[in-house]
């Protein structure tokens, strides 16, 4: 096979697999992101909390931040480690794998710290606080208005 040959395979490899984890990390930030606002606008401006919940509720937002921005670390190194085993192997070779895994490895976890989040607040909620709240996950996760 040509030089030229090989470039061009290489090329469309590496435009594949960048493609596919800047998607992969656009729906999940933007959704995210999304999810996270109208959950905020809802806990915070619209469900009336008592001064002891909305305390709580800071408490859990505050804990929850922490874990998120160490696993959104995470997910950055795992991209740096991704890169440079592009530059060095010049193909998807098991160190392109190893970082992959784990990126998926960081955004699955940051999955599910936000859904034990979610859960944490809504365990601060009375009953009908709740109806509301989980209108609005169920809304967020499935792209509806609530």
Known sequence: MSATKRYLILSIVLA???????AACAV????????TSSLHQLVHDELGLTAEQLTRID???????????????EMQAA????????????????????AINRFHGAMGELQEQTILHVFEMRDVLTPEQQVRFDRTVTASLTEQER
């Open 16 to 22: 594949v697999i960048a493609g596919a984890i800047g």
């Open 28 to 35: 999940h930030w933007l959704s995210h992101r999304e999810q």
């Open 59 to 73: 408490a859990a937002e505050a804990r929850f931040a922490i874990r998120r921005v160490a696993l959104e670390q």
């Open 79 to 98: 991209n740096r480690q991704l890169a440079g085993a592009i530059e060095a192997d010049k193909s998807y070779g098991p160190e392109a794998q190893a």
